[in-house]
């Protein structure tokens, strides 16, 4: 029997620094980060398909935070209402 991996595009991103992080931070206040802002720093940019895919989606389901990552050459990405501004 075979099974597909759900850790394939775009499900992959859950495995990332950005989707830990966030989820962690939720655990951290209850479950929830509505009504935050995040300002989140990383050493690398944010990967193509799958975090540019899944990112908002997981952000909606944590409590729609306004999010931004700020990459290593200062490049900016804000998410917020389930899509990127």
Known sequence: LRTKNIG???NDSFYHAESNLLMRAAR????TLEG???????DREICGP???KVLPKLGI????????????????????????E
């Open 8 to 10: 394939s595009v775009p």
């Open 50 to 52: 799958s975090c540019m």
């Open 36 to 42: 935050r802002t995040i300002d989140v720093h990383t």
């Open 61 to 84: 389901e944590l409590g729609n935070p306004r999010v931004t990552f700020i990459g290593p050459n200062g490049t900016r990405r804000t998410m917020k209402d389930g899509d990127w």
């Open 28 to 31: 951290e206040n209850n479950g």
